[in-house]
């Protein structure tokens, strides 16, 4: 059973950063591209995402404060992020992308003040 654990999340003030991490099982690292969701309210969106070949794209939410990347040796993805604003607080999940049917527990983000 495929097995994400996310870790990072905590409580920030507006304009802060965070780095989250995501240890992801071999059989997924290795064979799809890599993203970050985040679960609002009512649904949960896209973040950005990481191809095998580094090849990167973002929501437009966060394009250009927020940076993914991965690390081969330790088959974890991390999710840079900067200037963040209350919009940000959420659940952050990894994942594969297109999404497969098994979720982590997340982590949480707060960013107020």
């Known amino acids: 059973q495929v097995q994400l654990v996310e870790s990072g999340g905590e409580w920030v003030q507006p304009g802060g950063s965070l780095t989250l991490s995501c240890v992801v099982p071999e059989s997924l690292f290795s064979s799809y591209t890599l993203a970050w969701y985040r679960q609002i309210p009512r649904e949960r969106e896209f973040v950005a995402r990481i191809s095998r070949d580094g090849t990167t794209a973002y929501s437009g939410a966060v394009k250009g404060r927020f940076s993914i990347s991965r690390d081969d040796a330790r088959k974890t993805v991390h999710l840079e992020m900067t200037n963040l604003t209350p919009e940000d607080t959420a659940i952050y999940y990894c994942?594969?992308?297109?999404?497969?049917?098994?979720w982590g527990q997340g982590t949480q983000v707060t960013v107020s003040s």
């Open positions: 994942n594969s992308r297109p999404a497969g049917d098994t």
